[in-house]
């Protein structure tokens, strides 16, 4: 017996080359997971959710070893995957099974999902018919359809139903892990919950371990015991899922938090806004990559900056370091202030001089001076980069906040 955790993922990493040049030569990585860590306890859902883009999947193909990784380790049930000799992987492979998210690709459509559901049991040795068909018929009864159903064909089933049988082929080896990738992304609303319910009991009866990859928290929120929010290949916080929604820790989780829809009008608006788009992973911005977004960014220490003038400025100053400012469109300093929520004037009277200035520069033109000028307004938060660690008993998040 062991005492650690079914799956143990340590400092992850999968980063692709990129090759450019006639000789194809490497000349930059994508960091598609950059050093992630979590545990998955028997009998425990742990929900990995992000924005699309974030390294969710790939974290998932990463740590079953379907890819290699860069670096760090996957260790389950004690030991380490990538010591394995090859008879130790293929039961790995056995004890460890994934569900994708779409259920139409997952079949062959010549097949009968009993034949496909059999098929990883013929390859992982048991090639008597006879006990491939009682075991096909117990897992399609596990997961709410009939016996029957083996001999009908993927096309007569609906969406629903397929991502069952998706879900009897990966339980039809009795795996100890179940990886479930975006599992109801592709479903109904009222079929996704009759899925998420059948996971639930399928955690409980077998004692199941299963790690829940979804862009959606409010999916997460009915399954999950913890939860792991990414951003740009890094986990930015984790904790026990209700304490999550309850009191997020990282500026990024409240903005997932305040996307999910809420029927009532009393208590919508005054929600974290997310501006702009995931930044492209082969430049990460520096620091704590999601600074360029967030709506709680710390402010330098020498100006005073009221409630939401510093992120307008820094909007700014971003959108002239990426040469993403229209002069012809907004050629007076009004205009300018307007398109980026700027006030008329700082509160601070030194922050508005060199404002003032940069904002001189850019309609004269000299768009490098501007900069030079604003980086006086510069965060802590491009210049370190926050790592993973407690902000409570129970949760831990990634953010400068928190050690300030």
């Known amino acids: 017996m062991t005492d650690e955790p079914l799956l143990s993922v340590r400092d992850l990493e999968k980063h692709y080359p990129v090759r450019s040049g006639l000789l194809r030569r490497v000349t930059d990585h994508v960091k598609a997971v950059d050093g992630i860590s979590f545990d998955v306890e028997a009998g425990e859902v742990v929900g990995l959710v992000g924005e699309s883009g974030c390294g969710k999947s790939t974290a998932a193909t990463t740590l079953l070893h379907l890819e290699e990784p860069t670096g760090g380790e996957v260790r389950f049930q004690g030991e380490a995957v990538a010591d394995q000799s ?79 049988i998706a879900l009897a082929r990966a339980l ?11 599992p109801v992304s592709a479903l109904d609303v009222s079929i996704q919950a009759d899925i998420l319910s059948l996971l639930a009991d399928l955690r409980d009866e077998l004692d199941l371990g299963i790690l829940l990859i979804s862009h959606d928290l409010d999916v997460v929120r009915q399954i999950c ?66 600074h360029p977004r967030c709506p709680r960014v710390i402010p330098p220490d020498d100006y005073a900056f009221d409630d939401g003038e510093y992120r307008a400025v820094l909007d700014f100053r971003l959108a002239l370091r990426d040469d993403d400012i229209d002069t012809e469109r907004h050629d007076t300093a009004t205009a300018l202030r307007e398109a980026y929520d700027v006030p008329e004037t700082l509160t601070d009277d030194d922050a508005e001089a060199v404002l003032d200035g ?26 370190d980069d926050p790592v993973l660690r407690s902000t409570n008993e129970r949760q831990s998040a990634a953010c400068l906040r928190h050690t300030r």
């Open 172 to 182: 039809v080896l009795d795996p100890d892990l179940l990886v479930a990738d975006e």
């Open 86 to 164: 090859r008879s130790e992987r293929k039961a790995f492979r056995r004890n460890a099974q994934v569900v994708f998210q779409d259920p139409d690709s997952a079949f062959d459509p010549q097949a009968t999902v009993g034949e496909s559901i059999a098929d990883p049991l013929a390859t992982h040795g048991l090639r008597d018919e006879e006990r491939q068909r009682e075991i096909v018929a117990d897992v399609l009864e596990r997961i709410g359809l009939s016996a029957d159903d083996a001999d009908r064909y993927p096309h007569e089933f609906s969406g629903g139903q397929k991502q069952r």
């Open 225 to 290: 015991d913890r939860v792991a929010v990414m951003y740009l290949g890094e986990i930015v916080e984790i904790g026990p899922t209700e304490a999550l929604f309850e009191d997020p820790q990282h500026p990024y989780t409240e903005g997932l938090l305040a996307a999910i829809p809420d029927p009532d009008p009393r208590n919508r608006g005054g929600t974290v806004e997310l501006r702009g788009d995931v930044p492209d992973p082969i430049e990460p911005p520096s620091g704590c990559s999601f």
């Open 358 to 383: 940069a904002i001189d520069d850019v309609l004269g033109g000299d768009r490098e001076r501007a900069l030079d000028r604003l980086e006086a307004f510069a965060t802590p938060c491009e210049r």
